[in-house]
């Protein structure tokens, strides 16, 4: 729909007349028109408002079907031990941004148990999650998901690959609140067209059953190097 408006200073004079010669002036303007966009068959309505007169010209465009397609929302969570310079994993990505707009969503969980370990902080697993005991110590394993996160970005902007890059963590009314990477892509289901778990080989199957009920999550699994962590189970 296009609209083209138009108006004149008819002060109290809202006769028939006048309008007809506001009319007689769009119409001369409408037919010399160059504009590209102007639609042929345009729809007049008339107004007054504050002793001005308005004109708006309007058409009904007919929509081109087939033209234009959406785009897909795609959502992926890789495990923090495929957040290394990995060609095979970033060529899949690259493949899916061709696809659609892509959210990558990094985790980090080896990373942050060493670094619980390391530094005598205790924790336990949860149905939701880690539950680490204390504000510090979710502030470290933050960042540790940041420097995962921030590597992911430059590593995917090095090779032209356009994905946007979160990691699993809240901030609501300012009190931290780690999510477990899995439970992000049972958030994003609803609003994303398709999720993919990226994880390691041996994992797999346990990747798919605790997805079994969610048809439009696959999950891939990608092979271990000499890289991968040996704390990587």
Known sequence: MVFYFYECNSGADHTSSSYGTLLE???????????????????????VFAN????TVCSLQEEKVGE?????????????????DRADVH??????SQEG????CIGGGTRISDMCRDEN????????GRQLPTFRARQKARDILEENQQMMQDMLAARGIQANVIIPVLDIASVLCHVNGDAMVQNAYLGFDDL??????????????????????????????????????
């Open 52 to 55: 001005r007169t308005h004109l």
């Open 196 to 233: 993919y778990v990226l994880t390691l080989e041996g994992r797999e199957d346990k990747k798919r059953q605790q997805f079994a009920k969610l048809p439009r999550v696959s999950v891939v699994s990608f092979p271990r190097l000499d890289s991968t962590s040996r704390n990587a189970f």
């Open 25 to 47: 002036a769009v119409l001369e303007r409408w037919n010399y028109s160059n504009s590209p966009n102007r639609p042929q068959k345009p729809i007049f309505s008339l107004g």
């Open 101 to 104: 707009f892509v959210v990558v």
């Open 91 to 96: 060529e899949w990505i690259a493949e899916r």
């Open 121 to 128: 902080i205790p924790y336990e697993f949860c149905e939701l």
């Open 68 to 84: 234009y397609q959406s785009r897909k929302n795609i959502f992926v969570k890789i495990t923090g031990d495929l957040a290394d």
